[in-house]
Nanobody, 125 residues
Framework: QVQLVESGGGLVQAGGSLRLSCAAS????????MGWFRQAPGKEREFVAT????????YYADSVKGRFTISRDNAQNKMYLQMNSLKPEDTAVYYC??????????????????WGQGTQVTVSS
């Protein structure tokens, strides 16, 4: 069983950058499709980005496309989210998520069965 731990959140000014990390325990990380979701106060959890287990394809929410980059290092059992040109509306708790050999709808939170505890990202204007 893989466990996920996020890090790298914090407070940043609008226009700044942050890099989130998701560390995974276990030996089967390479077989997991991994994703990032976020949840702002009073709002539903929303899809941010995903990277597939088999070919490393990446997909992004329209709201972050061109600003965020998802990547993974299977040798280190880590996934990353590089966030540039941050906006106040990016403020949320960011969660990493995983699902073994996901072939379903990657942008739905219900497609993932592993979740980290979340890391707060706050972007000030």
């Amino acid at each position: 069983q893989v466990q996920l731990v996020e890090s790298g959140g914090g407070l940043v000014q609008a226009g700044g950058s942050l890099r989130l990390s998701c560390a995974a325990s276990g030996r089967t990380f390479s077989g997991y499709s991994m994703g990032w979701f976020r949840q702002a106060p009073g709002k539903e959890r929303e899809f941010v980005a995903t990277i597939t287990w088999n070919n490393g394809n990446t997909y992004y929410a329209d709201s972050v496309k061109g600003r965020f980059t998802i990547s993974r290092d299977n040798a280190q059992n880590k996934m990353y989210l590089q966030m540039n040109s941050l906006k106040p509306e990016d403020t949320a708790v960011y969660y990493c998520a995983g699902r073994s050999r996901l072939s379903g709808i990657y942008y739905r939170s219900t497609s993932y069965d592993l979740w980290g505890q979340g890391t707060q990202v706050t972007v000030s204007s």
